[in-house]
């Protein structure tokens, strides 16, 4: 009489690459949620562009000072007395400017009535 033969365990691995394929395929459908940019647009060149300081905002320097309007200023007194109203205040930080000095900048000016300070900042592109 024969023996029968061994069974054979079925192979795992098909059932493990059928997976892996189907997150695969997840994973590219989900990545593709925004339509792509419309090849023939021209966005808008700006590295040329002056950088300069908008007339309405607060300036604070890597050292601490503050200036406004090109000139520097002791305090916000006169960036108070030109603002038309006491809704919004502008600060714009260097970059190394101390955050310390840059909180008791906006402190002041939410103690003098300032309904909000707002931080200007630059866009970083993505």
Not at 80 to 108: F, G, S, W
């Amino acid at each position: 009489m024969r023996s029968a033969a061994p069974r054979r365990k079925p192979e795992q691995t098909i059932a493990l690459i059928n997976i892996v394929f189907l997150m695969l395929i997840f994973f590219m459908v989900a990545g593709t949620l925004s339509p792509p940019i419309d090849p023939e647009l021209k966005l808008v060149d700006t590295r040329d562009l002056e950088g300069r300081a908008p007339d309405y905002a607060l300036i604070l320097d890597e050292s601490g000072q503050l200036q406004y309007r090109g000139a520097p200023v002791a305090g916000t007194e006169a960036y108070l007395a030109d603002l038309l109203d006491l809704t919004t205040a502008r600060i714009m930080p260097d970059r190394a400017a101390p955050a310390a000095r840059l909180l008791e900048v906006a402190r002041a000016l939410r103690s003098a009535g300032v309904e909000r300070v707002l931080i200007v900042t630059e866009k970083a592109q993505p």
